[in-house]
């Protein structure tokens, strides 16, 4: 009898084992599914950020002091640029229609006729037209004197406020790479004082050391795209009042004759 009460109790005991045993498997697999459940939502809400969102997320992370003042940088330089872009764009003017107009002025009604067509067109080829024609009474010297001596004053107006841009160019990356210096100091004296190669201890350090280059670097690479294009666009405008000024010379040679 006593031995029957052993077996049931021995059987009893391994039922029971082998319940827990199998509610411990149940229980570390139900949180391993969690867990991974978990990692995939934050992964997944990971990469439902938009450009935008992750951009402002980089950017609040590389810290307010160095990343705000490349940020004022990127904000300046489009703004000179855009308004040059504007300014250009308005200064363009058909050279060779312009021409036309001011030589039918010319042997049709003289002088002020030409002038006249001069006022009523915008840009800076019209304006050295107009310049050439009111020095046309006095001799051709004169008239070329004054054609050049203006064509000086509106490539400045050409040129106006691009230098800005180009100091914009050269010191948003200086500034990133002072925040990445800023940044690898700031690593190295956590791991003095912690006196331990920890890399959580660095690794906040050197994210914002390269936040901040990569951002002023981002922002270099905008401004030039625009610059070379103000540049570009300067050039050919200068090309056109060159050509221009030879044309009204030879205009006011054969008006003379």
């Known amino acids: 009898m006593k031995r029957l009460f052993s077996i049931l109790a021995i059987t009893c005991l391994m039922a029971i084992g082998t319940v827990n045993a199998n509610a411990t498997t149940a229980f570390a697999s139900a949180t391993a599914t969690v867990t991974s459940v978990t990692q995939s939502d934050d992964a997944a809400a990971e990469e439902d950020l938009s450009f935008h969102q992750v951009l402002k997320k980089r950017f609040i992370e590389g810290g307010a002091g160095f990343m705000g003042i490349v940020l004022l ?118 791991i003095e004082a912690a006196g331990d190669m920890n890399p959580s201890l660095v690794a906040g350090g050197i994210k914002v050391a390269l936040l901040t280059t990569v951002f002023g670097l981002i922002v270099a690479i905008i401004l030039q795209i625009f610059y070379n294009y103000i540049i570009a666009k300067i050039d050919s405008i200068v090309n056109d009042m060159e050509d221009a000024s030879i044309t009204l010379m030879d205009l006011l040679v054969r008006h003379k004759k």
Request: aromatic letters at 6%; charged letters at 20%.
């Open 73 to 190: 940088c990127l904000i300046l330089g489009l703004a000179i640029a855009i308004e040059r872009i504007i300014f250009l764009n308005l200064s363009t003017t058909n050279t060779k229609k312009l021409t036309q107009n001011v030589e039918d002025a010319l042997n049709s009604g003289g002088i002020e006729a030409a002038k006249e067509v001069c006022r009523n067109t915008k840009g800076p080829v019209a304006s050295i037209f107009y310049q050439g024609l009111d020095r046309a009474d006095e001799d051709i010297d004169a008239a070329e004197k004054a054609v050049v001596a203006y064509g000086g004053v509106q490539m400045g107006q050409l040129e106006k406020n691009v230098s800005w841009i180009s100091l914009f160019i050269a010191l948003a990356p200086m500034l990133g790479f002072m925040g990445t210096v800023i940044g690898m100091i700031s690593a190295f004296d956590k």
